[in-house]
């Protein structure tokens, strides 16, 4: 274990980046423990869930901003930035959307509306957005989405070009799972990207979401080359939702291996010529997505279920006080 007592967010401060969590807004109003570990440890907040579109959008008439506002807020108080995520995403959509039966026009008006409202009510308060979420399957094609059936391949340009309206100065992001390394999946984010830079679509970066498992291998190298060519496009990139999960019963090796991979992607971050953030997703253990999306496994992040500080956390710290 580490000696340094200083937190995280402050020894990644002293080395220009921007250290962050996924926040849950239930936890946020209902543990106190949970309040501390994310105010002392992380210049950054992102939103789990409230800004999605489902939760934020329960019918075409209302929104629901109590949750996204929470966040923000708490952010605001505690000099955390804060990441939008997500503006267009095929998940989490409101039965009411999902279903679709809209017209082109119509969608238009839906979808635009929708982001230039969300985007301006956080102006100057949100830094960066993932304005486009997940947009390819895992073979490097075109995932099916109401976006895509509504817009056609188009409809990122489109998403782009409405958040920037609605917020000049927000950075805008496109983000996604799987295409941390070079492989078919980048390699589609990568032409699309550099598409849209030559139409001049005011897009910024590109998140590397790295949900990664810590019985697989990390190809670090390949990870470097990747941000490299977005890097050379003149892009930022972020690490927008890491975490390592484990198999149960979680033990000591499995602990060591997966500080050791936060630690080598953490490595890559601070070597690459822009990689400006580096956000888990989530705080604590108990909170975690994990358990529920994968059977017997878990323990992703940083912190465990009682909110103590794993391995993973000390090999961060490591890496930034080195």
Same mark, same amino acid.
């Given at each position: 274990?580490?000696?340094?007592?200083?937190?995280?967010?402050?020894?990644?401060?002293?080395?220009?980046?921007?250290?962050?969590?996924?926040?849950?807004?239930?936890?946020?109003?209902?543990?106190?423990?949970?309040?501390?570990?994310?105010?002392?440890?992380?210049?950054?907040?992102?939103?789990?869930?409230?800004?999605?579109?489902?939760?934020?959008?329960?019918?075409?008439?209302?929104?629901?901003? *109590?949750?996204?506002? =929470?966040? !923000?807020?708490?952010?605001? #108080?505690? @000099?955390?930035?804060?990441? /939008?995520?997500? %503006?267009?995403?095929?998940?989490?959509?409101?039965?009411?959307?999902?279903?679709?039966?809209?017209?082109?026009?119509?969608?238009?008006?839906?979808?635009?509306?929708?982001?230039?409202?969300?985007?301006?009510?956080?102006?100057?308060?949100?830094?960066?957005?993932?304005?486009?979420?997940?947009?390819?399957?895992?073979?490097?094609?075109?995932?099916?989405?109401?976006?895509?059936?509504?817009?056609?391949?188009?409809?990122?340009?489109?998403?782009?070009?409405?958040?920037?309206?609605?917020?000049?100065?927000?950075?805008?992001?496109?983000?996604?799972?799987?295409?941390?390394?070079?492989?078919?999946?980048? *390699?589609?984010?990568? =032409?699309? !990207?550099?598409?849209?830079? #030559?139409? @001049?679509?005011?897009?910024? /970066?590109?998140? %590397?979401?790295?949900?990664?498992?810590?019985?697989?291998?990390?190809?670090?190298?390949?990870?470097?080359?990747?941000?490299?060519?977005?890097?050379?496009?003149?892009?930022?990139?972020?690490?927008?939702?890491?975490?390592?999960?484990?198999?149960?019963?979680?033990?000591?090796?499995?602990?060591?291996?997966?500080?050791?991979?936060?630690?080598?992607?953490?490595?890559?971050?601070?070597?690459?010529?822009?990689?400006?953030?580096?956000?888990?997703?989530?705080?604590?253990?108990?909170?975690?997505?994990?358990?529920?999306?994968?059977?017997?496994?878990?323990?992703?992040?940083?912190?465990?279920?009682?909110?103590?500080?794993?391995? =993973?956390?000390?090999?961060?710290?490591?890496?930034?006080?080195?």
């Amino acid at each position: 274990m580490i000696t340094n007592k200083t937190p995280l967010r402050d020894l990644a401060k002293k080395r220009g980046l921007a250290v962050g969590a996924a926040v849950n807004a239930e936890a946020l109003r209902d543990d106190p423990q949970y309040r501390t570990i994310l105010a002392r440890e992380f210049g950054m907040a992102t939103c789990e869930n409230a800004m999605k579109f489902g939760p934020l959008r329960p019918s075409r008439e209302r929104f629901a901003f *109590d949750d996204a506002d =929470a966040v !923000v807020a708490f952010a605001g #108080e505690h @000099g955390m930035a804060v990441r /939008g995520h997500a %503006l267009v995403w095929h998940n989490m959509l409101p039965d009411w959307f999902a279903k679709g039966g809209f017209t082109y026009d119509d969608g238009i008006d839906l979808v635009r509306g929708h982001i230039h409202t969300v985007v301006s009510r956080y102006r100057g308060r949100v830094c960066a957005w993932d304005v486009v979420n997940e947009a390819f399957d895992d073979r490097g094609g075109w995932r099916d989405s109401p976006f895509l059936r509504m817009f056609g391949p188009d409809y990122p340009t489109m998403a782009f070009h409405w958040a920037h309206e609605a917020d000049p100065d927000a950075k805008l992001f496109y983000n996604d799972y799987n295409a941390d390394s070079i492989n078919r999946k980048s *390699d589609a984010v990568y =032409a699309m !990207v550099r598409m849209l830079l #030559e139409r @001049g679509v005011p897009i910024h /970066g590109v998140g %590397l979401q790295m949900h990664l498992c810590a019985w697989d291998a990390v190809y670090p190298a390949s990870v470097a080359a990747n941000i490299k060519r977005f890097n050379d496009l003149g892009l930022d990139v972020q690490i927008t939702e890491m975490d390592v999960r484990m198999k149960e019963p979680f033990n000591e090796s499995g602990l060591l291996q997966q500080a050791r991979i936060y630690r080598e992607i953490m490595e890559v971050c601070l070597r690459a010529e822009r990689c400006s953030a580096f956000v888990v997703w989530g705080l604590t253990d108990r909170y975690s997505w994990i358990p529920q999306t994968f059977k017997g496994e878990g323990g992703g992040l940083l912190f465990d279920n009682e909110g103590r500080p794993k391995p =993973a956390y000390d090999a961060l710290c490591e890496v930034l006080a080195s």
